[in-house]
């Protein structure tokens, strides 16, 4: 293995206990093993998903039993080279994919490598993620960002490769008319991936003015749902619905013209949400749901790099690694907050 000069031992990380409160600890720097990088994290972003953790204590059942590194969007610096990889410089920005999965299951030897049922995903209990200063994992999901791009931006690569995801499950293309529900980060990502893959009209809808307002900065045409009847407004060719609430399913639905393609992005608190099955059959209308992204990450970096998206853009506000806590509370008394940064 080979280790960049002045790699300490030791580490700062930001740790969920049992409790639910983040305390600093310091922790041994891992060794990346055969075929693995060790990374110096640079900037995480928050996602919905650590602030569900660190509030309740579980998302369905993945449970906070012991001790927890949150954080999962992610970037870094390339420190320390496991044996066998030679095809990274140290020194390179990567934009970190955070799902491992087994490589040896049906579906990921059918390249859907993102419905692994033993997928190591950071932050997700019991594997810790990113808010701390050093990470390993394995070389193919170091991804490399050119050195233009910033920390912030080469973190966001991943919620964004949710929106690509959803963008090619939809089959968006030159020309779609794309209706995104919820303008929340995993929304607008998925609405600017929609424009970057050549959509013609694009809107997106929340109940939150101060996103709808920020959708509009972007250049997206916006419906409030209170104000304006989603079916009565809009026909579109394609939902990407990001918001998982049960109204905008439904009225996102009776807005997609016959033959249409539904994806289901935004996850519901409830397991049950009723669907109009008499329009997705008289429409022949494809419903698919999508579990994160597999394959994205060399497609987002390329969006960002050559500037066709902007993820700098959606950055409101970014903490230091010691006020983690504060990061993941900053987004409840900030209904215009996009997305919240965490600085390793
Ligand atoms: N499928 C996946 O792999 C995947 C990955 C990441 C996130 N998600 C899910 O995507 C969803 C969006 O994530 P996020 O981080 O942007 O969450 P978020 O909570 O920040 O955004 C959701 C938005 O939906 C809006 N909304 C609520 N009711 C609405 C309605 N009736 N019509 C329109 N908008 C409405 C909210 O005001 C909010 O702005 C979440 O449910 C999250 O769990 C899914
Ligand atoms: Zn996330
Ligand atoms: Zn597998």
Known sequence: MMA?????????????????TLRMEQRPVPEPGPGEVLVRVRSV????????????????DFVVESPLVLGHESSGTVVGLGDGVDDLPMGTTVAMEPGVPCASCEQCRAGRYNLCPDVQFFATPPVDGTFCEYVVLPRAFAHAVPDHVSFDAAALVEPLSVGVWACQKAEVRVGSRVLVTGAGPVGVMAALAARAHGAGQITVSDVNSERLAFAEELGFATVDPRVTSLSDSIMADVLIECSGA??????GIRSVAPAGTVVLVGMSPSTMVELPVGIIQGRELWVTGTFRYAHTYPTAIDLVASGRVNLDALVSRSFPLEEAEQALTYSHQDPAAMKVMVHA
């Open 4 to 20: 960049g000069e002045g790699i300490p031992t030791t580490q700062r990380a930001s740790v969920l206990g049992a409790d639910l």
């Open 45 to 60: 972003g928050v996602c919905g998903s650590d602030i569900h953790y660190f509030e309740h204590g579980r998302i369905a």
């Open 246 to 251: 049960a109204s905008a399913i439904d009225a």
